[in-house]
């Protein structure tokens, strides 16, 4: 039976949750459960710490979890990314005292306060930056404030809690993260963990593409196949009238809007979206 890790709480537990039912898999309903057996599927889900799961991975505990990628990588475990999840988005900064006007070579020699100690020891190695790292397990943001730290390096989104301390950004990122699957190895997958992932990238794919149907001149074709290529090709099909033809394409779901436009200004109408719930591709 496969065995795999998921997120017991945090920002990755619930949409984990969710994109695994729509994957056709049974997940708890009780936030107290910590294991649940889906026999119809032959997997066995625990629901561990994120911090935790790669560690469980790594050492052959468990075939695979979902965690993010920051926590992956800060843990130093054997395991390695099989797939991204499109969910769960964080970009991880450094930050100093605002107006200090700070660049990366700047670290050298200072302290630096973080909660991944492990992915900002390994970034700095590779940037070539001696730095002493200080291990805090939050409230990362305060440490220059109070005189433990120099500097911080942590997940950033809007900013507005750095600048409430008196810190601003300064750097490249050091990381873009989100929720991804991980397994021991790329290269042999467990029974049972090929399924998962093609499912999961099935919905995964679901998500980000509508299925766009339009009626239009067959003078226009090529020009309407130009705006909607689909993946391989569109499909194109007669209709009573000789002079026109649908079309049925996949496109994606940000660009929806942008391409009805340009499909009703072309001549298409009759131009309907329609959502995917899951899909093999």
Known sequence: MLRVAIPNKGSLAEESIAILKEAGYKQR?????????DLGNNVEFYYLRPRDIAIYVGSG???????GRDLLIDSQAAAVEIMSLDFGASTFR???????????KD????????????????HLASSGIK??????DGAVES?????????IADVVSTGN???????????????TSEAIVIARKKDQLPDGLEVLIRRLQGVVTARQYVLLDYDVKKSDIDAACAITPGLESPTISPLQNPEWVAVRAMVKRTATNEIMDQLWAL??????????HACRL
């Open 143 to 151: 440490s220059v404030r109070l005189g433990v730290a120099d500097l």
């Open 61 to 67: 505990e468990l075939e695979a979890g979902i965690t």
């Open 94 to 104: 450094f930050a100093g005292p605002a107006g200090s006007s700070l660049s990366l």
């Open 267 to 276: 001549g298409a109408r009759g131009i309907l979206v329609t959502d995917i």
């Open 131 to 136: 730095a002493d790292v200080v291990r805090l």
């Open 107 to 122: 670290i050298n020699g200072k302290r630096v306060a973080t909660a991944y100690p492990g992915l900002v020891s390994a």
């Open 161 to 175: 809690t750095l600048r409430q301390a008196g810190l601003e950004i300064f750097g490249e990122p050091i990381l």
């Open 29 to 37: 309903s009780d936030s107290r459960d910590l294991v649940l057996v």
